[in-house]
């Protein structure tokens, strides 16, 4: 599969409260401008695979293809699309000969729908333990962290403020208002250890990239990031895992990705980490080998992922300082940045690029984008 798709069109709209809209309406207007940075025509897409919105609202395949007027030959749902799924399911259907070309799509709501994200995470007494919501395993997972390897508020503090760092270049961006060390850590805990710039706010917003077969992906008017690796695997035992909360299974997508490319960690230009939580960037900075495992704290706070760092690291601002949108967005900036396009945040003479997402605490995907076929 190495290099036999690319990625020629990104669309994104503006983030933060879009009241009066579906999710099903955002997608399309993020499939429509997909489409005119790619330089087709809606009638062009035999493909198309949605992605559920929020918790079940919108983003089922039927529903966005209607309203955007097209039957394609090939169309699915996938119930936790974030990007990197709904990539490789696009990149595999392009292979078996199910479409030529596929909208991969996301739209959301949730922010002024007033979605209720406080639901009870996995399983096994996950509500009765407190687990309503992400950031309660995701800071136990935290506080493990600290107890095993001496990590300190302030050095996993760089993540939200090296993030926002990008973020302020970053006119797509929701939080744009300075962030410095002290700062963070004068706020108060949101659930202990995480503060406020540690989880993610919720938001309205939607993106759209469209996936061809590589052969085809030179005539496009911009230039392809070609698909070089991808790699996914599950850990659906959940809670009754030893040692869940720390996710060690992420090393697994890592070794798979690597392979699949041909390539390792040292060979990735910028690196993007969905972050819902910035423990999740905390995880797979190690288990993705840019430093040891336990090591993490220590490299964050010698500053390799700040902008001029040796490691961009969502160059976006991330879902803590641009938008929510599932992770969606890290993968639209991390083909924006191989076609040189973002401005002051463009990382110089990029060619490589790596999307790492998680599906909470039971699924793993990775994907490497690159200038070339290989």
């Given at each position: 599969?190495?290099?036999?798709?690319?990625?020629?069109?990104?669309?994104?709209?503006?983030?933060?409260?879009?009241?009066?809209?579906?999710?099903?309406?955002?997608?399309?207007?993020?499939?429509?401008?997909?489409?005119?940075?790619?330089?087709?025509?809606?009638?062009?897409?035999?493909?198309?695979?949605?992605?559920?919105?929020?918790?079940?609202?919108?983003?089922?395949?039927?529903?966005?293809?209607?309203?955007?007027?097209?039957?394609?030959?090939?169309?699915?749902?996938?119930?936790?699309?974030?990007?990197?799924?709904?990539?490789?399911?696009?990149?595999?259907?392009?292979?078996?000969?199910?479409?030529?070309?596929?909208?991969?799509?996301?739209?959301?709501?949730?922010?002024?729908?007033?979605?209720?994200?406080?639901?009870?995470?996995?399983?096994?007494?996950?509500?009765?333990?407190?687990?309503?919501?992400?950031?309660?395993?995701?800071?136990?997972?935290?506080?493990?962290?600290?107890?095993?390897?001496?990590?300190?508020?302030?050095?996993?503090?760089?993540?939200?403020?090296?993030?926002?760092?990008?973020?302020?270049?970053?006119?797509?961006?929701?939080?744009?208002?300075?962030?410095?060390?002290?700062?963070?850590?004068?706020?108060?805990?949101?659930?202990?250890?995480?503060?406020?710039?540690?989880?993610?706010?919720?938001?309205?917003?939607?993106?759209?990239?469209?996936?061809?077969?590589?052969?085809?992906?030179?005539d496009f008017p911009k230039a392809p990031a070609y698909v070089?690796?991808?790699?996914?695997?599950?850990?659906?035992?959940?809670?009754?895992?030893?040692?869940?909360?720390?996710?060690?299974?992420?090393?697994e997508v890592a070794r798979d990705v690597y392979a699949s490319?041909?390539?390792?960690?040292?060979?990735?230009?910028?690196?993007?980490?969905?972050?819902?939580?910035?423990?999740?960037?905390?995880?797979?900075?190690?288990?993705?080998?840019?430093?040891?495992?336990?090591?993490?704290?220590?490299?964050?706070?010698?500053?390799?992922?700040?902008?001029?760092?040796?490691?961009?690291?969502?160059?976006?601002?991330?879902?803590?300082?641009?938008?929510?949108?599932?992770?969606?967005?890290?993968?639209?900036?991390?083909?924006?940045?191989?076609?040189?396009?973002?401005?002051?945040?463009?990382?110089?003479?990029?060619?490589?690029?790596?999307?790492?997402?998680?599906?909470?605490?039971?699924?793993?995907?990775?994907?490497?984008?690159?200038?070339?076929?290989?």
């Amino acid at each position: 599969m190495s290099g036999k798709a690319a990625l020629v069109g990104v669309g994104t709209t503006a983030q933060g409260e879009l009241p009066g809209r579906t999710a099903d309406e955002v997608a399309v207007d993020a499939i429509s401008l997909a489409l005119g940075d790619s330089g087709l025509d809606k009638s062009d897409i035999d493909g198309l695979i949605t992605c559920k919105s929020g918790l079940g609202v919108g983003g089922i395949d039927t529903n966005v293809g209607a309203l955007l007027g097209i039957h394609p030959r090939y169309s699915a749902t996938l119930d936790y699309g974030t990007c990197n799924f709904s990539l490789h399911l696009a990149a595999m259907a392009i292979q078996a000969g199910l479409a030529s070309t596929v909208a991969i799509a996301y739209g959301a709501t949730q922010r002024s729908d007033k979605v209720n994200f406080a639901v009870a995470q996995g399983v096994d007494l996950a509500a009765a333990s407190g687990f309503v919501h992400i950031a309660g395993p995701a800071g136990m997972a935290l506080q493990r962290h600290k107890y095993l390897y001496g990590t300190t508020d302030e050095q996993f503090g760089h993540i939200a403020v090296a993030q926002r760092q990008w973020a302020r270049m970053n006119p797509l961006a929701i939080f744009q208002a300075p962030l410095t060390m002290d700062d963070y850590l004068a706020k108060p805990y949101l659930v202990e250890p995480l503060r406020r710039d540690d989880v993610t706010m919720i938001s309205d917003g939607g993106a759209a990239l469209i996936v061809t077969s590589a052969d085809r992906a030179a005539d496009f008017p911009k230039a392809p990031a070609y698909v070089l690796g991808m790699a996914e695997t599950t850990a659906l035992d959940g809670a009754r895992a030893r040692d869940n909360l720390m996710r060690p299974w992420l090393a697994e997508v890592a070794r798979d990705v690597y392979a699949s490319a041909g390539m390792a960690a040292a060979d990735i230009g910028a690196l993007y980490i969905q972050d819902p939580t910035a423990v999740w960037v905390l995880q797979m900075l190690e288990y993705y080998g840019f430093c040891e495992v336990g090591g993490g704290g220590r490299f964050l706070a010698e500053g390799h992922t700040y902008p001029g760092g040796r490691l961009p690291l969502n160059t976006n601002g991330g879902q803590l300082s641009e938008s929510y949108m599932w992770g969606w967005l890290h993968l639209c900036e991390a083909v924006r940045q191989l076609r040189g396009e973002c401005g002051d945040r463009q990382v110089p003479d990029l060619e490589v690029a790596m999307y790492c997402s998680t599906m909470t605490f039971t699924k793993g995907a990775a994907s490497i984008i690159s200038t070339s076929k290989r």
